[in-house]
Nanobody
Framework: QVQLVESGGGLVQTGGSLTLSCAASGRIFSINSMGWYHQAPGKQRELVAALTGGRTSYADSVKGRFTISRDNAKNTVYLQMNSLKPEDTAVYIC???????????????WGPGTQVTVSS
């Protein structure tokens, strides 16, 4: 099994910044993708940013404000969030796609989520 530990959420004013981190541990042979989703109350979970094979992808709403990065040695993914807006308020959830062996299947692991609240 893979375990994810998220940190960095909190309360920030409009225009402020936060950095989220997500550290993966456990049965990991290789990581295919690491990413962040968010889910606001009453809304569906949405992709915020992802790193797959060195390529990054971002939701249109965060382009130019958020940056995703990864420390391969630590199996950790970061989300630097700048110029935060009230509409960014949500639970941010880390997702890792990994294999536990060379030929094993890709498995998805989700973190418990960390709350980000942006006050106006």
């Amino acid at each position: 099994q893979v375990q994810l530990v998220e940190s960095g959420g909190g309360l920030v004013q409009t225009g402020g910044s936060l950095t989220l981190s997500c550290a993966a541990s456990g049965r990991i042979f290789s990581i295919n993708s690491m990413g962040w989703y968010h889910q606001a109350p009453g809304k569906q979970r949405e992709l915020v940013a992802a790193l797959t094979g060195g390529r990054t992808s971002y939701a249109d709403s965060v382009k130019g404000r958020f940056t995703i990065s990864r420390d391969n040695a630590k199996n950790t993914v970061y989300l630097q969030m700048n110029s935060l807006k009230p509409e960014d308020t949500a639970v941010y959830i880390c997702k890792v796609e990994s294999r536990d062996s060379y030929s094993g299947p890709i498995r998805n692991t989700w973190g418990p989520g960390t709350q980000v609240t942006v006050s106006s």
